[in-house]
């Protein structure tokens, strides 16, 4: 999965847990954070997997681990917003999970950070301060300017 097709699969999914952030208070709230969290999960084992991310196991090796750990807490009965917070938080708080997030290559310091990965970083600092709808609004201009639909 390269390029734009990518992208586009991470703001997906990062549309998802954000939804699933909007709605965590409804009934079934906490099974769409744990979904939202195993699939944001699946997406970064994936290609984590890619030749560029194995040679460099660390940080990326221990920080999927961790996710893993609460995911499949999640998966045997365990609370689906206690796996959410720890995705979310960890990428929030990880620059090599956006850019693994988007599929750019290994992180190195800020500057490496391609376009969608710097809107992650805002699109999280806009959960943590501002909510959801704020966020999403920032995904969908994103979505937007990648011509996402048509891919």
């Given at each position: 999965m390269e390029g734009r097709k990518c992208e586009c699969d991470a703001i997906h999914l990062i549309v998802g847990l954000t939804e699933a952030l909007d709605a965590s208070e409804q009934p079934g709230g906490d099974d769409m954070m744990g979904r939202a969290a195993k699939n944001i999960l699946r997406h970064l084992d994936n290609r984590f997997r890619d030749s560029g991310y194995t040679e460099r196991e660390e940080p990326y090796y221990h920080l999927l681990e961790e996710m893993r750990a609460s995911v499949n807490l999640y998966n045997f009965g365990g609370s689906g917003t206690s796996a959410e917070e720890v995705v979310r938080n960890l990428i929030h708080s990880n620059h090599e999970l956006k850019q693994l997030m988007v599929c750019g290559p290994p992180y190195k310091d800020r500057e490496s950070l391609s376009e969608t990965a710097k809107v992650?970083?805002?699109?999280?600092?806009?959960?943590?301060?501002?909510?959801?709808?704020?966020?999403?609004?920032?995904?969908?201009?994103?979505?937007?300017?990648?011509?996402?639909?048509?891919?």
């Open positions: 992650l970083v805002e699109v999280f600092e806009t959960l943590e301060n501002e909510g959801p709808m704020d966020a999403l609004f920032l995904l969908a201009n994103q979505y937007e300017k990648l011509g996402c639909a048509t891919v």
